[in-house]
């Protein structure tokens, strides 16, 4: 078990780039989260995906972002055309079956948009 | 809007006394409910889950749930600067899945030394 993994740790962009987070979750683990964290606040839930399907959008996941878990493995987060309000930490979050609610959270990617 | 209200801090303590944080939340359907840690630059850690009324205990930690009065809590004990972190409080988010949590904005905790 070596934990959630997520990559890149830091991205600085420029507004109107297109970004893209990579999150390895726990093995053995099927659903998978993405939250994303502003400074002073707590994470909001954004989407939350078990095995390969998508079942849950927050309504903060505008139509510039998509996550995928192909194979239900591994999972993306894009982001299109950056905005400056975009900047946060993006943290993914695994949760294995049996465990009610207990996310593991990985280390988080952090996006500057300049 | 679901809300989750905590102290924003600081919470500062003298090491070895015994930090006490609150938390109220606006969901009454609310059902599981946790404390997180989150060192400085880090990612949160789970601490401590309670899903009944009551007191649960943990080592040097204990949560107390009310539910009829929307209020939970997390006593630590012999407090060590170790323990020095922001301490967010999440409840589900009811309707939801089990891991879509509502967070708080967090206690920010201080233990001198």
């Known amino acids: 078990d070596t934990g959630v993994s997520q990559d890149p740790r830091h991205k600085i962009t420029k507004r109107g780039q297109n970004v893209t987070f990579r999150c390895d979750p726990i093995?053995?683990?099927?659903?998978l989260y993405w939250y994303r964290q502003t400074l002073g606040q707590g994470p909001e839930f954004l989407t939350y995906?078990?095995?390969?399907?998508?079942?849950?959008k927050s309504r903060l996941l505008s139509d510039r972002f998509s996550a995928e878990r192909p194979k239900g493995s591994f999972s993306t987060l894009e982001i299109q055309r950056t905005e400056q309000g975009d900047s946060a930490m993006y943290l993914c979050?695994?949760?294995?079956?049996?465990?009610?609610?207990?996310?593991?959270f990985g280390e988080g990617s952090r996006l500057t948009v300049l | 809007q679901k809300e989750v209200e905590q102290n924003s801090g600081p919470l500062s303590v003298p090491e070895g006394a015994i930090a006490s944080l609150n938390c109220t939340y606006s969901?009454?359907?609310?059902?599981?409910f946790f404390w997180y840690r989150q060192y400085s630059g880090k990612s949160p850690e789970l601490i401590m889950s309670?899903?009944?009324?009551g007191d649960k205990e943990d080592g040097r930690f204990t949560a107390q749930l009310n539910k009829a009065s929307q209020y939970v809590s997390l006593l630590i004990r012999d407090s060590q600067p170790s323990d020095s972190a922001t301490y967010l409080c999440?409840?589900?988010?009811?309707?939801?899945?089990?891991?879509?949590?509502?967070f708080g904005k967090g206690t920010k905790l201080s233990v001198k030394p």
């Open positions: 969901d009454r359907g609310s059902q599981s």
């Open positions: 093995s053995e683990h099927n659903r």
């Open positions: 995906f078990q095995n390969e399907a998508q079942l849950e």
């Open positions: 309670i899903y009944s009324n």
């Open positions: 999440a409840v589900d988010n009811y309707g939801g899945s089990q891991g879509n949590l509502i």
């Open positions: 979050a695994s949760q294995g079956e049996r465990v009610t609610g207990e996310l593991f």
